[in-house]
């Protein structure tokens, strides 16, 4: 088996070690346009297999023919936000790079699965699911996992409980409009309810909406460990066929009232993608927040469109 990473950078590199090293597939691919990167950081990898005990063969290349028949497809390609850029700007030119790379991809590996990474996530997931052409089910966005990693990190760091019993459930879109739901989050199958008041719970909940600027503060660029990791989480649940039931960017047709758009919810992943979306019941304060975080998807959606009109993105 075989899965592809497109985007040698940060993310992509550590999505593809995480792959390689739980040793579930025959090959790992990284494509990237910059030419020796995806293949230096490809050798360097294989030179760590000895140490770590993998035999997954990685390969660096600047074309896609060497991702011919994948299974899974990891897009982690995109520009960060640069000073003087707009939103609009940025949401274009991802588009673009999204969108390009997808239909160069999903040309030589029809059968695969697509995680989409690159930010804005929920619209580049939208993107990659149009250019690909694939079924709705095949093509999904990596953001609950990471989210509520973070969310699931901060409790552990409060409750000082390890991260292993820690049961945590988030929807929503990516970004300051998720929803984490404290009802639907334990420790050892206790809920944190009960372990925490109200104030603490919020402040965690805060903290994780904006965990992604928090590191950006500190580093001056966005996180890759978590987010690497995550997808790689996703892949082993698609490759093994775990029917893991994981948060993600999965495509709704009807499910929480929400319709034709990639948003954060439950879902099972297994050997035929997201295989099902979970609907858990929603009070009516989850269910508004549950609705402003699809207005805001949508809002993105909206105006991905007018730069279409508008003739901004080819």
Request: charge should be negative; glycine fraction near 12%.
């Amino acid at each position: 088996m075989k899965v592809t990473v497109i985007g040698a950078g940060n993310v992509g590199a550590t999505a593809a070690e995480c792959v390689a090293r739980k040793d579930m597939v025959q090959e790992v691919v990284m494509v990237d346009i910059q030419e020796g990167m995806p293949q230096g950081k490809a050798l360097d990898m294989m030179e760590s297999a000895p140490i770590h005990g993998f035999d997954t063969r990685i390969v660096g290349t600047n074309s896609y023919g060497p991702t011919e028949g994948s299974d899974v497809c990891i897009i982690t390609a995109g520009l960060p936000r640069k000073p003087g850029m707009s939103r609009d700007d940025l949401l274009a030119k991802n588009a673009e790079i999204v969108g390009s790379v997808t239909s160069q991809f999903a040309a030589g590996s029809p059968d695969a699965a697509i995680i989409v990474v690159s930010n804005p996530l929920d619209v580049m997931t939208y993107v990659a699911f149009e250019e690909s052409g694939f079924a709705d089910n095949k093509v999904m966005g990596m953001a609950g996992v990471l989210d509520t990693a973070r969310y699931r990190a901060f409790l552990a760091m409060e409750l000082n409980v390890s991260v292993r019993d820690i049961q945590a459930l988030l929807m929503g879109g990516h970004g300051d409009t998720m929803v984490p739901l404290p009802r639907y989050t334990t420790v050892g199958g206790i809920p944190i309810t009960e372990l925490l008041d109200d104030d603490t719970i919020h402040g965690i909940v805060e903290r994780t909406k904006g965990g992604g600027g928090e590191i950006v503060e500190m580093m001056g660029t966005s996180a890759w460990y978590a987010p690497g990791a995550a997808a790689a989480e996703m892949t082993e649940a698609i490759i093994k066929d775990n029917k893991r039931i994981l948060p993600c960017a999965a495509y709704c047709t009807g499910e929480y009232g929400l319709d034709d758009l990639f948003i954060g919810v439950p879902a099972r992943l297994g050997a035929d993608g997201v295989e099902d979306i979970i609907e858990v019941d929603l009070n009516d304060d989850e269910q508004d927040l549950m609705a402003t975080s699809a207005d805001h998807v949508q809002s993105n959606l909206d105006t991905l469109a007018r730069l279409k009109d508008e003739g901004k993105i080819g």
